[in-house]
């Protein structure tokens, strides 16, 4: 199974930017579809953005589209989130994860699906 060790959280003002990376290690990213979950306290966890196995389909969430841009470098091992005008509403723990490759998988929204996390990272935006 990948290890997984999201880095690049912090304290950001409104309207800033941040990139998280998201370091695997153990067994090859190009075998898994990645996302992107975030999870604020006192609400549950929820999917921000996902890529297949190639990096050519990527999904986003309604409340990021547009802000938030996803890729992968499977030669590194490492796939990033760039978060870009960000809003306080964006403050969570934000978690990177690894959903194995199947026949007819591809990138889901539920994190039920997803079987390698990392630890998270946190992100706080100032108002």
């Known amino acids: 199974q990948v290890q997984l060790v999201e880095s690049g959280g912090g304290l950001v003002q409104a309207g800033g930017s941040l990139r998280l990376s998201c370091i695997g290690s153990?067994?090859?990213?190009?075998?898994?579809?990645m996302a992107w979950f975030r999870q604020a306290p006192g609400k549950e966890r929820e999917f921000v953005s996902g890529?297949?196995?190639?990096?050519?389909?990527?999904h986003y969430a309604d409340s990021v589209t547009g802000r938030f841009t996803i890729s992968r470098e499977n030669g590194k091992n490492t796939v990033f989130l760039e978060m870009n005008r960000l809003d306080p509403e964006d403050t969570a723990t934000y978690y990177c994860?690894?959903?194995?490759?199947?026949?007819?998988?591809?990138?889901?929204?539920?994190?039920?699906?997803?079987?390698?996390w990392g630890q998270g990272t946190r992100v706080t935006v100032s108002s």
């Open positions: 890529i297949n196995w190639s990096g050519a389909d990527t």
């Open positions: 994860a690894g959903k194995t490759i199947t026949l007819y998988s591809g990138v889901t929204y539920s994190a039920a699906s997803y079987d390698a």
């Open positions: 153990g067994r090859a990213l190009k075998n898994y579809h």
